[in-house]
């Protein structure tokens, strides 16, 4: 692993490095998920193609990228270590995928080609700054990583959660930003750090497990300014609670138009909605409740019509209306095909392959979902569906998941993340969200622009 410090002479804006890389735009819509294999050394990006008749997904010919790095073993599983959100994005201008190495505390970084393949770049992979890097977020040319420490349910920590800075330097290299680390209360398991549209804030999701919740800013929606050098300022007295403790906050998504965030309420059904104000004040609004179990990690439609949430505890995914974005209206229930619990497993009491992380396709006819084992007996409980999104926002599986090869993907291997990087500026899902009047290959993206969204969905 290697970390550098460098000043703002060696670096160059993401749109610079797009017009000197020379890869191009990418040739189709292309899906990346990490194999998160504990093998030392062994963690993998899989890499995967649209086909967008169908929407289906084939592995690309030598589709697995070593990361240089190590996955993680949740062995048990512990409520914890595997509740995070993405560990796997593209930049901006999608000519770099980032992903976390959970078990080697570092972050790999990759040349995105024009086909979809990777190459790991020089001096890759870099220190994360702190132990088990979980969740990576960009704002402008900063690229921000949640360590979460080492704590888990029933295991004190003897390690405190971070959120550190990094600035993206030549050919995606790493930069750490000096004194950009905020340390975070021990025996937090910190899940996700959110960027929000206009660059100026990030929203650090502050999970606490259940014999954890007593931790000063335990399950808090914690927001923080983001200064011109890209470390980080707590805003005062701005987080924002759940009214009653548990529900949990878990896996964070922002409204495309507003200044509304949502957030799953593990381990109960439901998204929760926050309002933030021009000073990153969170505020609670309310939730909407679903008839499944642990609602987790979110995405919303292209279109900013539809919310989908993964009801991990029950193998299923809620549908949300964004109607009126400030109160999401519950619409479906969907449950996913596929083996649920290892057969001849009569002693788990829920599904031992889980919904994890989701996007949709740049489309929005079609929706990606990661299933991951918590069974190391049970290697097919990781699983990629392909669910068909109808006008009106309702799911079906036509067809069931795919399987990961054994040999990528050993049963201890609990996969997660999902980035998707396409031709039209539809990079890891920013492009309907965030991206300011750009033609696809000029990497002008309101992630590299400081604008404001206002509540009616006009910039100032």
């Known amino acids: 692993m290697h970390q550098?410090?460098?000043?703002?002479?060696?670096?160059?804006?993401?749109?610079?490095?797009?017009?000197?890389?020379?890869?191009?735009?990418?040739?189709?819509?292309?899906?990346?998920?990490?194999?998160?294999n504990p093998e030392a050394g062994q963690n993998a990006i899989l890499a995967y193609k649209e086909n967008t008749s169908t929407g289906a997904l084939t592995a690309l010919p030598n589709g697995h990228f070593l990361t240089g790095g190590t996955g993680y073993r949740n062995a048990g599983p512990a409520l914890g270590p595997d509740d995070s959100d993405k560990e796997v994005i593209a930049s901006p201008d999608?000519?770099?995928?980032?992903?976390?190495?959970?078990?080697?505390?570092?972050?790999?970084?990759?040349?995105?080609?024009?086909?979809?393949?990777?190459?790991?770049?020089?001096?890759?992979?870099?220190?994360?700054g702190g132990v088990q890097p979980i969740s990576l977020s960009f704002s402008n040319d900063h690229l921000y990583v949640v360590n979460r420490g080492n704590s888990a349910e029933g295991k004190p920590g003897t390690v405190a959660p971070n959120v550190t800075a990094f600035n993206v330097g030549e050919s995606g290299r790493l930069y750490a930003i000096p004194k950009s680390t905020v340390t975070l209360p021990l025996n937090l398991s910190t899940a996700q750090v959110l960027t929000s549209a206009d660059g100026r804030f990030a929203f650090v999701d502050n999970f606490a497990?259940?014999?954890?919740?007593?931790?000063?800013?335990?399950?808090?929606?914690?927001?923080?300014?983001?200064?011109?050098?890209?470390?980080l300022k707590a805003v005062k007295n701005g987080e924002a609670r759940l009214p009653k403790n548990p529900p949990l906050v878990l896996g964070l998504v922002e409204d495309p138009k507003h200044h509304v965030i949502y957030s799953g309420t593990a381990p109960f059904g439901g998204v929760a909605s926050f309002h933030y104000d021009a000073n990153g004040k969170a505020t609670y609004i309310?939730?909407?409740?679903?008839?499944?179990?642990?609602?987790?990690?979110?995405?919303?439609?292209p279109n900013?019509?539809?919310?989908?949430?993964?009801?991990?505890?029950?193998?299923?995914?809620?549908?949300?209306s964004l109607a009126d974005p400030f109160k999401p209206k519950f619409v479906q229930e969907f449950t996913v095909k596929g083996p649920s619990v290892r057969p001849g497993d009569t002693t788990s009491?829920?599904?031992?392959?889980?919904?994890?992380?989701?996007?949709?396709?740049?489309?929005?006819?079609?929706?990606?979902v990661v299933s991951h084992t918590t069974d190391d007996k049970f290697q097919q409980g990781n699983?990629?569906?392909?669910?068909?999104?109808?006008?009106?926002?309702?799911?079906?599986?036509?067809?069931?998941?795919?399987?990961?090869?054994?040999?990528?993907?050993?049963?201890?291997?609990?996969?997660?993340?999902?980035?998707?990087?396409?031709?039209?500026?539809?990079?890891?899902?920013?492009?309907?969200?965030?991206?300011?009047g750009a033609s696809p290959t000029s990497s002008v993206f309101a992630r590299n622009k400081t604008i404001d969204l206002l509540d009616d969905g006009t910039t100032a």
């Open 304 to 320: 900013g019509k539809f919310l989908y949430a993964t009801d991990s505890g029950s193998g299923q995914l809620s549908v949300y």
């Open 209 to 231: 497990t259940p014999s954890n919740l007593s931790v000063s800013l335990a399950n808090t929606l914690q927001p923080y300014s983001i200064n011109g050098d890209g470390t």
């Open 286 to 301: 309310g939730t909407a409740k679903s008839p499944g179990k642990a609602s987790c990690w979110l995405t919303i439609s």
């Open 94 to 128: 999608g000519r770099y995928l980032f992903a976390v190495n959970q078990g080697s505390n570092s972050i790999s970084a990759f040349t995105i080609h024009s086909d979809g393949t990777l190459k790991l770049v020089s001096n890759a992979p870099f220190g994360s």
């Open 4 to 36: 550098k410090n460098t000043g703002s002479s060696h670096l160059e804006s993401l749109e610079q490095r797009s017009l000197m890389s020379g890869t191009g735009p990418a040739a189709g819509t292309f899906v990346y998920i990490e194999s998160n």
């Open 349 to 368: 009491t829920g599904p031992t392959s889980q919904d994890f992380q989701l996007s949709t396709d740049p489309t929005g006819k079609y929706l990606w």
């Open 383 to 436: 699983q990629l569906h392909t669910l068909h999104i109808g006008t009106d926002g309702l799911l079906s599986e036509p067809k069931g998941p795919q399987f990961f090869s054994e040999s990528l993907v050993p049963a201890t291997a609990h996969v997660f993340g999902l980035a998707v990087v396409s031709p039209d500026g539809y990079y890891d899902g920013y492009a309907s969200k965030f991206k300011v």
